[in-house]
C-alpha cells in the first residue's frame, strides 16, 4: 500500500518536470498553428533548456545570495508542491500534508524568492518587474486563499486530498454555486500567478510591459534553464490542480497500481486539453494594461468572496 | 469571431522549409544543438536591415520553426545580430552586449554597412565596421540582406 502511495508521488514529481517543457511547447506550437506559422516543434522547450544547461554559468557584479538561490528555490517549492497536491492520487504518504494553505504558501516563497532576485540585481527592470510581480502577487494570494476556503468549506477541511476526494464521492458538488465561483476564482488566479495573458505576455521583448520576464532578464545558462523549468512547472502544476478541483474524475482514490496508472494518463490528457485550450484563448486576448489588471483581480477576488457566501449559506444548517 | 474566421480562411502563412543550408557554422554552434537565442543589436543602421530581421521571424519565412527565437537580453542569448555600422556612440554598448553573453556566443554581423560600413564608411560619428570592434563569427551580405538569406544564416547555426 505504502509502496504504491509513494510510487504515485514519485510518479507525480517525475511527470511535472519531464511534461512541463512539454506542455510550454505544445501551448507554443497551438499558438503558432493559430498565427499561421509552422511553429517550432513541441520539444523545443526541452532543447532551449538542454542548451541553457551547456552554457556558461554567469554571476553578474554585486549580486548576493537571493539572486544565486531564487533558481533553486522556485524549481524546488514547485517540486515540492507537485508532490503535495493530488494530482493523480489522493492516498499517498505525502496526502495528509497536502494542505491548501500550505500549497500557497509554498507557491508565494518561489515567487517572493524570484522578486528578491530582480531586486539583487540592481537593474532598473530587475526592480521594476520586481515591484510589478508583488503588486499581482498581493492582489492574487488573498483570491486564492479565499477561493480555498469556499472549497473547504463543505468538505470541512483544507486538506486538498479530503476535498479532492469528496469532489470524486459526490461530483454534485463541484456544480453547486460555490465550487462553480471558486473554481472560476482559481482560474483567473492561476493566470495571473503564472504570468500569462492577459496579465503578463510570456513572450513579449518590449522590458516595459514585461512582470516576469524583467525579474529574471539577468539570468544565463544554467540558472535561466533552471528558471524558465522552474515557471513552466508552475503552470503545470496548477493547471493540475486545477482540473483536480474542477474535474477530478479518474483520480485514484483507493491505492491500486491499475487505477494509479489510469490517473496518470488522465492528468496527461487533461492537462495537455487545458493548455491547448488556454493557449488557443490566448490567440484572442491582449494584454490588459498594467493599471487594469488590478481590476481583473479584484474581479476574481469578488467571485472567491461570493464562494465562500454562497459555500456559507449553501451548505450550513 | 471575426478573428475566428479569420484564422480558418488564412490557414498556414509560412512558406515550405527550403532544402536545410550545408552547416558552414564555427564550431561553437554545435554546442547549442537546434536551440539559438538571438539578440539584435543596432549599432547604427538605417533600419532596413531590421525590418528584414522582423520579417525573417514573421509568419512567412517563420524563423522560429528552426530553433531561433529573439530574446529580450543578451544573458539569455546566444547570437548577437548587429546591424549597421558601429557609432561612435554605440561602439561601448556592443562591445559590453557581446560580453554579457554567456559563452559558446556567436556574433552575426548583417548588412553590408556591417561588414565595411558600406554608405557610411568614413563619416564622422562612425567608429568603423563591426569587426573593427568585436571579433565576428558569421557574415550576411546585402543591402539590405533577405529575409531568406538571415533565415539560411540562423539555421546553418541552429543545423536543423
Not at chain 2, 539559438?36 to 525590418?51: F, H, K, L, W, Y
Amino acid at each position: 500500500m505504502r509502496a504504491i502511495g509513494t510510487a504515485a508521488v514519485a510518479a507525480q514529481v517525475v511527470l511535472v518536470t519531464a511534461g512541463a517543457p512539454l506542455l510550454a511547447g505544445t501551448m507554443r506550437q497551438v499558438r503558432a498553428r493559430l498565427e499561421g506559422r509552422a511553429g517550432p516543434g513541441v520539444g523545443q522547450p526541452w532543447r532551449d533548456l538542454r542548451k541553457l544547461l551547456r552554457k556558461e554559468a554567469i554571476t553578474p557584479v554585486g549580486t548576493g545570495p537571493a539572486f544565486r538561490l531564487a533558481p533553486l528555490l522556485l524549481v524546488s517549492t514547485t517540486a515540492v508542491v507537485a508532490a503535495l497536491v493530488p494530482l493523480a492520487s489522493t492516498t499517498t504518504p505525502v496526502s495528509g500534508k497536502a494542505d491548501l494553505i500550505l500549497v500557497v504558501a509554498l507557491l508565494a516563497l518561489g515567487t517572493v524568492a524570484l522578486a528578491l532576485a530582480g531586486l539583487d540585481t540592481g537593474t532598473a527592470f530587475g526592480g521594476m518587474g520586481a515591484s510589478r510581480g508583488m503588486t499581482v502577487a498581493a492582489l492574487v494570494e488573498p483570491t486564492i486563499l479565499l477561493a480555498a476556503v469556499a472549497l473547504s468549506i463543505p468538505a470541512g477541511s483544507t486538506n486538498l486530498a479530503t476535498i479532492v476526494g469528496d469532489g470524486v464521492r459526490d461530483p454534485v458538488r463541484l456544480a453547486s454555486p460555490a465550487g462553480l465561483l471558486a473554481t472560476a476564482a482559481l482560474a483567473v488566479a492561476v493566470l495571473a500567478e503564472t504570468g500569462r495573458l492577459p496579465v503578463d505576455n510570456p513572450s513579449t521583448h518590449l522590458e516595459l510591459t514585461m512582470v516576469h520576464e524583467a525579474m529574471v532578464l539577468e539570468y544565463a545558462g544554467p540558472d535561466l534553464a533552471l528558471v524558465e523549468l522552474g515557471a513552466q512547472m508552475r503552470l503545470a502544476v496548477l493547471l493540475g490542480l486545477l482540473t483536480s478541483l474542477a474535474a477530478p474524475w479518474g483520480i485514484a482514490t483507493t491505492a491500486s497500481p491499475a487505477a494509479l496508472a489510469l490517473a496518470l494518463v488522465l492528468l496527461t490528457a487533461k492537462v495537455a486539453l487545458l493548455g491547448t485550450a488556454l493557449a488557443a484563448a490566448e490567440v484572442f486576448w491582449a494584454k490588459l494594461r498594467l493599471f487594469r489588471v488590478p481590476e481583473l483581480l479584484a474581479g476574481s477576488f469578488l467571485l472567491a468572496l461570493l464562494a465562500v457566501t454562497a459555500s456559507y449559506f449553501l451548505t450550513g444548517e | 469571431m471575426s478573428l475566428l474566421r479569420k484564422i480558418r480562411e488564412t490557414g498556414r502563412v509560412a512558406e515550405d522549409a527550403p532544402p536545410r543550408p550545408a552547416p558552414a557554422a564555427p564550431p561553437a554552434a554545435r554546442r547549442l544543438a537546434g536551440s539559438v537565442q538571438v539578440r539584435c543589436v543596432d549599432a547604427g543602421s538605417c533600419n532596413g536591415c531590421e525590418i528584414e530581421i522582423a520579417a525573417a521571424f514573421g509568419p512567412v519565412y517563420d524563423a522560429e520553426r528552426y530553433g531561433a527565437r529573439l530574446v529580450a537580453s543578451p544573458r539569455h542569448a546566444d547570437v548577437a545580430l548587429v546591424t549597421g555600422p558601429v557609432t561612435r556612440n554605440m561602439a561601448e554598448p556592443l562591445r559590453r552586449t557581446v560580453a554579457a553573453m554567456p559563452r559558446p556566443r556567436l556574433v552575426m554581423a548583417v548588412g553590408d554597412c556591417a561588414l565595411n560600413c558600406g554608405e557610411f564608411a568614413g563619416g564622422h560619428g562612425v567608429e568603423g565596421a563591426v569587426t573593427d570592434v568585436v571579433p565576428v563569427d558569421l557574415r550576411i551580405e546585402g543591402c539590405p540582406p533577405g529575409p531568406e538569406r538571415i533565415v539560411a544564416a540562423l539555421r546553418a547555426v541552429t543545423g536543423r
